[in-house]
């Protein structure tokens, strides 16, 4: 290995018989063919070895991102709740609470949030990669086609929606489980109840109106990771759910239905 190593700069050190001197040899020797192979060997070898450990560092640095994410959403939604008397913002198909929260969480224009819609109440993100900002998981999928909830509607899209969907049914309970209820669109944070499910992990699941690309909404009934309402299974098949107490778990696909009627999260 010393000998390839000394070859590889070129320089050789000797000394002249009977002079005591020592002459330097600057010649540059090049690596045989048999040589550049065993290094490209050694190369692929050590990133055979390095590589899923890289991407499963990766892969837990995007969990907890995630995450964190959904954390600073809570801190928004109760800062909103706090100011509008305890009622939550409104939100059904387009995640428009996105939109209300915000000067909470300092969601500005900038490189990834494209645009302010104050007519429809929403927020236009960028369509080229994952947005990164606080309502998108960093392992949506890229290109949004990619996504197993992907049904396509037709025609091209100008803009991401925010990622992170509602729970959702079809009710009116003031003091039901989950976020929206197709009947009661605001609710009142210290009436829904408590351990259940208010927000999820989505991935990307079409197009709206010819231009926006959703995340829509999390139906109690569903399972399947290929369901546009089911959540979005993103960091190695586990997803995670923002609680209305404002914690955070992730729980891994089961194959088994999630949640029950009023997304408390079944063992």
Not at 92 to 117: C, E, F, M
Request: aromatic share 12%; hydrophobic share 35%.
């Amino acid at each position: 290995m010393f000998r390839l190593i000394k070859r590889s700069i070129g320089i050789g050190i000797h000394s002249l018989p009977g002079s005591g001197r020592i002459m330097q040899n600057n010649s540059l020797t090049r690596f045989t063919l048999i040589e550049l192979l065993v290094v490209i060997a050694i190369i692929a070898i050590l990133s055979s070895i390095l590589l899923p450990s890289l991407n499963q560092a990766r892969g837990k640095a995007k969990l907890a991102t995630c995450k964190s994410n959904l954390r600073q959403v809570y801190m928004g939604l109760s800062s909103y709740a706090g100011d509008e008397n305890g009622w939550m913002p409104y939100t059904l198909w387009n995640n428009d609470y996105a939109y209300y929260i915000r000067d909470y969480v300092r969601l500005t224009k900038g490189k990834d949030l494209l645009s302010i819609d104050n007519t429809y109440k929403l927020l236009y993100f960028k369509k080229t990669g994952v947005p990164e900002s606080i309502v998108h998981c960093p392992s949506m999928s890229f290109p949004h086609e990619q996504s197993p909830q992907y049904q396509p509607s037709g025609g091209s899209y100008t803009y991401a929606l925010p990622g992170y969907s509602p729970t959702f049914n079809y009710g009116s309970n003031p003091q039901a489980g989950g976020w929206v209820q197709f009947d009661l669109r605001h609710r009142r944070i210290d009436l829904i109840k408590n351990g259940s499910v208010i927000l999820a992990d989505k991935d990307w699941t079409g197009i709206t109106s010819g231009w926006l690309m959703q995340a829509v909404n999390i139906y109690s009934y569903t399972h399947d990771p290929a369901d546009a309402h089911s959540p979005g299974y993103n960091h190695d098949r586990s997803a995670n759910f923002l609680f209305i107490d404002g914690h955070v778990e992730s729980r891994r696909y089961s194959g088994k239905r999630l949640f029950d009627g009023e997304f408390m999260l079944l063992p």
